[in-house]
């Protein structure tokens, strides 16, 4: 399991990201380009000294990470506010990348024709989305969920 931030513009958002990646043992992936360095102070402090603990491979390009993404066979999933599949409905795999767009944007066209699903994480009708911190540790949560009891919860029933 892995997560990639698609051109990360938010320095707070992407620290707290990398935060959950290392305390969660997931790969981190940035595709360029950031809208600020990683020297940037609140990127700094959101992620604290967890930013050392954390796998993080930057990828210079979307092309890039698309053609290391090949190479390594792992399945795209785009999480977005224009999907229709929930994603408490999805079944992930251990190999899956879970991609978040930029904070101001969201992705670019090629990148919605390349994920292999779209998710969208329902939200209260009026309402835009959720912050994408927020929405990478959901479905982390969920997709780690699934991937570690694969067959769901189990009722034991009533113990005698």
């Not at 402090?45 to 491979?57: F, H, N």
Request: charged residues 20%.
């Amino acid at each position: 399991m892995q997560i990639a931030l698609f051109q990360p513009d938010i320095p707070q958002n992407t620290g707290t990201i990398l935060r959950l990646c290392a305390c969660l043992g997931i790969a981190a992936h940035i595709i360029e380009p950031a809208g600020f360095p990683v020297s940037d102070r609140h990127f700094r402090r959101a992620g604290m000294d967890y930013l050392d603990q954390v796998s993080i491979t930057r990828h210079d390009s979307w092309a890039k990470f698309e053609d290391w993404r090949a190479g390594q066979g792992y399945r795209l999933l785009l999480f977005t506010t224009k999907a229709a599949t929930d994603y408490r409905d999805f079944h992930y795999q251990t190999s899956d990348i879970l991609l978040f767009g930029r904070e101001s944007a969201g992705v670019t066209d090629a990148v919605v024709e390349a994920a292999d699903a779209r998710l969208v994480i329902p939200v209260m009708p009026g309402l835009r989305s959720l912050n994408v911190a927020m929405s990478a540790a959901m479905a982390a949560g969920e997709a780690l969920r699934q991937i570690r009891n694969p067959n769901g919860p189990q009722d034991c029933g009533p113990q005698d």
